[in-house]
T-cell receptor
């Protein structure tokens, strides 16, 4: 496979469930990102990892817990979510993360519905 | 702070019409500018980019020129197709924060 892949593509969960989203990049990049895309709202950056260290956490509630075990994999662990957390969750990767010419490449997203 | 403003959508065009989607930005320093496209049910795909003033990014018949004097990066295509129907996002990366700042997106609908 090439590029950035995300699994699952669709997820329905109850508010008391625990689930995880997975992202894998096959581009040899060193930085990975989680974004949230809600209807009628701009893309929201949630977390940034560079060389497996978290370098950005945009005031995201603790019910979202990221994990980056290596530079190719990124997870988003979900627990006790709210219906307003329903959205498309996008993963991205880039070569470096910090320079202005750095280009982010996105996965297809996971469509999450919280009942 | 840094920001990106796009024209409101939806933009509805007939096939083979000329397309312009306006994008203006506010940023300190010299950002890089990007256009991403999101087809229905998919993630964002990089369409084109420009990293310095007067650079022109181009891909798949789309073009955008980095205009520092007007702080703009308008997207153009000479003849749109139905398959171009999607949401288009303008974005900037200033480097100092490591963040990609997106506009709100513009929906394009092309009718046969």
């Amino acid at each position: 496979e090439t590029g950035v892949t995300q699994t699952p593509r669709h997820l329905v969960m109850g508010m008391t469930n625990k689930k995880s989203l997975k992202c894998e990049q096959h581009l040899g990049h060193n930085a990975m990102y989680w974004y949230k895309q809600s209807a009628k709202k701009p893309l929201e950056l949630m977390f940034v990892y560079s060389l497996e260290e978290r370098v950005e956490n945009n005031s995201v509630p603790s019910r979202f817990s990221p994990e980056c075990p290596n530079s190719s994999h990124l997870f988003l662990h979900l627990h006790t979510l709210q219906p307003e957390d329903s959205a498309l969750y996008l993963c991205a990767s880039s070569q470096e993360g910090g320079t202005r010419t750095d280009t982010q490449y996105f996965g297809p997203g996971t469509r999450l519905t919280v009942l | 702070g840094n920001s990106v403003t796009q024209m409101e959508g939806p933009v509805t065009l007939s096939e083979e019409a000329f397309l312009t989607i306006n994008c203006t930005y506010t940023a300190t320093g010299y950002p890089s500018l990007f256009w991403y496209v999101q087809y229905p049910g998919e993630g964002l795909q990089l369409l084109l980019k420009a990293t310095k003033a007067d650079d022109k990014g181009s891909n798949k018949g789309f073009e955008a020129t980095y205009r520092k004097e007007t702080t703009s990066f308008h997207l153009e295509k000479g003849s749109v197709q139905v398959s171009d129907s999607a949401v288009y996002f303008c974005a900037l990366h200033s480097g100092n924060t490591g963040k990609l700042i997106f506009g709100q997106g513009t929906t394009l609908q092309v009718k046969p």
